[in-house]
């Protein structure tokens, strides 16, 4: 069974850094998620992405985030300048719309030191 | 806007006792309901949906839930626990079809005990 797959598993970088976060979705999916989670809160929505354009974005997702869809296979989500507060747990999910479920990947656990 | 609330920050149960973990919801329009599970250091794991149809929805790992529209409720059900089932549960909501993104309770961790 396809299964939606995020790499890398942790990162750990300094503020101020550039990240970039990576999801391969599975292939049939047509819209696209990122949610993060802090620890020991609940997940929450930063940005949906389809037809290679931001849909829906949280307050959460300001001009220090950005998404794309390069290659038509993977997904980005990338923070410009990291700050302690983006430590979070980060969820890739896909679905195909409608009543569709949304799969989600395993996550990147971000640690801004 | 949407919301969900899980009352219960952690549930206790015995090996092959029921289990019961709640969810209320407050949406605007019709919501679809969802279960995710977990499982340490893992992502969310699918469990179950409602959109439309049957009150109670059967879904993975033999777990049930029952939606309730005069209570708003969504509680997640399964006759007999296993110690497997210890894990985190979260709870979502979305009240429209399309691309729209979940929103989620902030979760129930149920510990089963052999």
């Known amino acids: 069974e396809p299964e939606v797959t995020q790499t890398p598993s942790h990162q750990v970088t300094q503020m101020g850094q550039e990240v970039i976060l990576r999801c391969v979705p599975i292939?049939?999916?047509?819209?696209f998620y990122w949610y993060r989670q802090i620890l020991g809160q609940k997940v929450e929505f930063l940005v949906s992405?389809?037809?290679?354009?931001?849909?829906?974005k949280s307050e959460i997702f300001d001009d220090q985030f950005s998404v794309e869809r390069p290659d038509g296979s993977n997904f980005t989500l990338k923070i410009r300048s990291t700050k302690l507060e983006d430590s979070a747990m980060y969820f890739c999910?896909?679905?195909?719309?409608?009543?569709?479920?949304?799969?989600f990947g395993p996550g990147t656990r971000l640690t801004v030191l | 806007a949407q919301s969900v609330a899980q009352p219960e920050d952690q549930v206790n149960v015995a090996e092959g006792n029921p289990l019961t973990v709640k969810c209320t919801y407050s949406?605007?329009?019709?919501?679809?309901l969802f279960w995710y599970v977990q499982y340490p250091n893992r992502g969310l794991q699918f469990l179950l949906k409602?959109?439309?149809?049957?009150?109670l929805v059967k879904g993975s790992y033999g777990f049930e839930a029952e939606f309730n529209k005069s209570q708003t409720s969504f509680h997640l059900k399964k006759p007999s626990a296993l110690v497997s089932d210890s894990a985190l549960y979260f709870c979502?909501?979305?009240?429209?079809?399309?691309?729209?993104?979940?929103?989620f309770g902030k979760g129930t961790r149920l510990s089963v005990i052999a």
């Open positions: 999910a896909g679905g195909r719309g409608g009543t569709d479920t949304q799969y």
């Open positions: 292939s049939n999916h047509l819209y």
């Open positions: 992405f389809y037809n290679n354009e931001i849909s829906e």
């Open positions: 949406v605007s329009g019709n919501p679809y």
């Open positions: 409602y959109i439309t149809g049957d009150n």
């Open positions: 979502a909501v979305r009240d429209r079809a399309g691309n729209t993104p979940l929103v």
